[in-house]
Nanobody, 126 residues
Framework: QVQLVESGGGLVQPGGSLRLSCAASGNTASNYAMGWFRQIPAKEREFVAAIGWNGLNTKYSESAKGRFTISRDNAQNTMYLQMTSLKPEDTADYYC???????????????????WGQGTQVTVSS
C-alpha cells in the first residue's frame, strides 16, 4: 500500500504561480510512475502531467505544456508540480497518483493508476 498526500494548493491571481507537492509513504520501495490529474465538479478527472520512476520521462497535457513542470525527488518520496502563468481555467482539485511499474514509463490514463491522494484545491481568481 502507498499513501499519497498532496499539499500546496490555494488561491492565486491569474498569472501567478503555485507549487504542489505529493508526499508518498508506505511501501515506496518499488518503482512507481506518478502523475497529476485535476477535476472540477461534474467533469471527469483530467490528466495534467506524468513522470516515470527515474524522473527523466515526462508527459504533459496540452494545457499544461510550457507552463507546468513535473518533477520528483525519490530520496524524499515526493513529487512536485510547479505551475506558472496560472489561468482561471486551471481552477480545480488537483490529485496525485502512483502506479507500480517495471520500467521508466509514464501513464496518462487515470485508470492505470493504483493509488490516489485526497486532492488539493487550486483556485485562480482575481
Amino acid at each position: 500500500q502507498v499513501q499519497l498526500v498532496e499539499s500546496g494548493g490555494g488561491l492565486v491571481q491569474p498569472g501567478g504561480s503555485l507549487r504542489l507537492s505529493c508526499a508518498a509513504s508506505g511501501n515506496t520501495a518499488s518503482n512507481y510512475a506518478m502523475g497529476w490529474f485535476r477535476q472540477i465538479p461534474a467533469k471527469e478527472r483530467e490528466f495534467v502531467a506524468a513522470i516515470g520512476w527515474n524522473g527523466l520521462n515526462t508527459k504533459y497535457s496540452e494545457s499544461a505544456k510550457g507552463r507546468f513542470t513535473i518533477s520528483r525527488d525519490n530520496a524524499q518520496n515526493t513529487m512536485y508540480l510547479q505551475m506558472t502563468s496560472l489561468k482561471p481555467e486551471d481552477t480545480a482539485d488537483y490529485y496525485c497518483a502512483s502506479k507500480r511499474t517495471d520500467g521508466p514509463y509514464y501513464y496518462t490514463d487515470a485508470a492505470s493508476y493504483d493509488y490516489w491522494g485526497q486532492g488539493t484545491q487550486v483556485t485562480v481568481s482575481s
